[in-house]
C-alpha cells in the first residue's frame, strides 16, 4: 500500500568527488540537460515514498555510470581578413563558442568552389598564391578529435562559419600585346590602332597610347571605369595628326589601386606615315624690281607643306580690287620647289593683282590637293622713269615758309596732285616728317607752319600720276630766319667776395639764332635815408650797372661791388639780324650779398668851433661812401691826463668838452653794419691848446 511520491536523481562527474546535483521528478523518466559531451558521469536515483501510507521514506538504487557521445564543435566566430594584397591574405578568427572538446585544427575551404587543402593550428592563416583582383569566397571549420573506449580515434569537424567574400588587389599588368595599325583606316590626319589586351591583366586595365613624332611624345589616357577588366574596346582612333609625318605609336596598360598607379612594360612599337594633304598658303608674296611691262614675283613657300609640294600657280588679273576667287587672267604654273618668276605681256601703268597657290599630290591615288591661296599683292606697272617738279623755289620768315615750284615736263598722263613733305635736317638720327598734299587743280604752292627759326629743312616734292604711280621727286632745302631767343637757364652764382662775384648760366634752350651776346643786369639794394640816428634805413633797388658779355663757357666776373651789400642779377640773350638786335627774355632772378671788408677811415677829419671847455670835430664818412656805417667810434685823451675817454656817435659830427690849456689827441673809427662789427681805419687829429677863460687871457 505504499505510493511513491516523487524521485530525486542526484548526479556528477565521476570520481570528481563534487558534490551532487539534484533534479526531481514525479515521473519515472527524466532527460538531464546541458551535460558535458563524451563526459562519464555517476548518476544515483532515490525514491521517496509518501510517509503517511509508508513507513519507508527513501529507498535509492545502486549507482549508476553513464558517457555522454561525443559531440562536433560550434562555428568559429568573427571570421575576418587583416591584411589584403593581390596575391595574399591574411584570415583571423575566434575559437568556437562551445569547443566540446579540445580543438586540433581549423581548416580554410571552399575558396571558389574548391578546397584549399589550408590549416592551421592557431586562430589565423595567411593563404598565398593568390591571382589578383580576383573574388574568393571561404568559410572556416574546426576539428575536435576524440578517443573512443576502444582507443579508436574519432574525429569531428565542427560547423562551418558563415561564408565571407574577398577580392585581392589589383597588381601590375603584362604588356598589351599585338599592337598593329589599320592601314585602310589611315587618313592625312587619323589612324586607328588596335592591340589584344594583357595575358594576366591582374586588374581593371586602363590605356594610355603614346605617340611620338621626333623628340615629342603626347599621351592618351582610356580610363576604365567599370569593374569588369574586359569592358572597354581594344582600339582606338588617333586624330589631330599632322599630314605627311612620321609617327611611333605603343600602348602600355595601367592599374589603379588607391594613390598608386601600376603601368605595364609598353606593347610593341608600330610606325607609320600620315597622307598627304592640302598646304597651307604661301606667305610674304612680293615682287623685287620696278613693274613695267614683265614682274618678277617671290613668295615664301607655306608653313605647313603637308607633303611634297609638286607645283604652284601664279594668278594675275587686272584691276586692284581683286579678290583670290576672282578668275585670273594670266596662270602661270612653275615647279614646286622654287619660288620666283618673272611674268611678261603685262600692260604699262596699270593695275594688277597677283596671288599664288600651292598643290600636293595625294600618293594612294594621285588626287591633286590645292590648298588656300596667298594674300593678293597689288602692283601697278610703269612706261620708265617720269621727270620731277621743277623750279623749286621759297619765301622764308622764322616760323613759317612758302615753297613753290613748276610742273614736270613730259608726263604720259596729267599729275593728280602732289605731296610735300618736310622735316628738320637738325633732329637726326630720327626724323618726323611731315606731308603736305596740294591738289593739281590749285596753284603749285604750299605754305609750312609752326617752324623753329634759324632752322634747317629739306622738302622733297613728288606728284600723283595714278594711284602708287609717282613723278620723280626732287629735294630743296631752306633755313627758317632768326629769331628772339629764349631765356638762359641755370643762371647761378660760384664765388662771392666783397667787392666781386662770379656767376655762369647755360645757354637758352631755344637760340633761334646765332647767339650774339648776354647782358647781364645788376641791381644794388640801396638806403635813400643815410642817416645814422640809430633808424632803420629805407631801401630800394636800382639798376647800377649792364654788362654785355659772348663767354659762357668759364664763369664771368662781376667786379667794382660795394661790401656787405645785397645784389640782384638777371641775364637776357640777343641775336642780330640785319642789324637789328633781338632780345629774348630775362633769366630767373638770383640774389646774393657780397662778404664785408675793413671799411677806410672817416675823410676830412678836422676841428671846428671851439672855446675854453669844449670842441667841435666833423668828418666825413669813409671814401669810398660804399658801407653801411653802425656807427662811429671817438677817443680822446691829453698829455695831462692818462685816461682815455671814449664815445659813441651816429653823425658825423660830436662836441667834445675839455679842460683848458690842454692839448688832446682825437680818433675817430668807423665800424660796420655787419653782426661782426669789423672795426675801420682810425682816422688822427690832435686839437690845439684849448683857450682858457676870458679872465684868465686878460
Known sequence: DCRIKRYSINYRLHNSGNRFIKKETELASFQLDHLFPFTTYEIRLTAVYDPPYCNIIVVPSPPLSIKTDPVAPT??????????????VSIEWNVPEYLNGTIDRYRVGKINQSYIPSTSDSTSINLTDLKPFTSYTYTVQALVTHTLDNDRKLPLWGSKSLERSFTTLQAKPSPPRNLRVIQSDLTSVSVTVVWRAPASPNGRNSYVIKYRVGSCTSAIFLANNSRNQRSLPLSYTLSGLQPFTFYTVWVQAINKE?????????SNQETFKTLTDAPSQPHQLRY?????????????????????????NIMIAQGRSVNSHTLSDTLVTVNGKITN??????????WYSAWIVATNVRETDGEELTGPPSDVKVFVTQGGPLTAPRAVNSSVSNVSAVITWETPLNLPRPIISYRVAYFNVSSNPRKQIYYEYVSAEKPKSVIFHNLRPYTNYRTEIKGFVGPDLFTGSVSYSFTTKQSVPSRPVNLRFTRVLPRSVWIWWDRPEHPNGNLQFYTVFLLEKRNTDRSLNGREPKTTWKVTRTNRTKNISTPVEIDRLSPYTQYRITVNAANVM????LVGENSQWIEFKTEDEQPAAPSSCAVGQRNATFVFVTWQQPSPFDYQVAYYNVTYTSERETKTYSMKVYDERV???????????????????????????????KTPTTIGSTDQLV
Open 75 to 88: 562555428a568559429p566566430r568573427n571570421v575576418r581578413e587583416t591584411n589584403r594584397n593581390a596575391r595574399d
Open 341 to 350: 618668276k618673272t611674268v611678261t605681256n603685262l600692260v604699262q601703268f596699270t
Open 258 to 266: 588607391g594613390s598608386s598607379t601600376l603601368e605595364s612594360e609598353p
Open 288 to 312: 623685287d624690281n620696278r613693274p613695267s611691262t614683265s614682274v618678277r614675283l617671290l613668295w615664301h613657300p607655306p608653313l605647313h607643306f603637308n607633303g611634297v609640294i609638286a607645283k604652284y
Open 578 to 581: 640785319d642789324g637789328v638786335e
Open 655 to 685: 662836441q667834445i668838452s675839455l679842460l683848458p690849456f690842454t692839448e688832446y689827441n682825437i680818433t675817430i673809427t668807423a665800424f660796420t653794419n655787419n653782426t661782426q662789427l669789423l672795426r675801420g681805419r682810425p682816422c688822427s687829429l
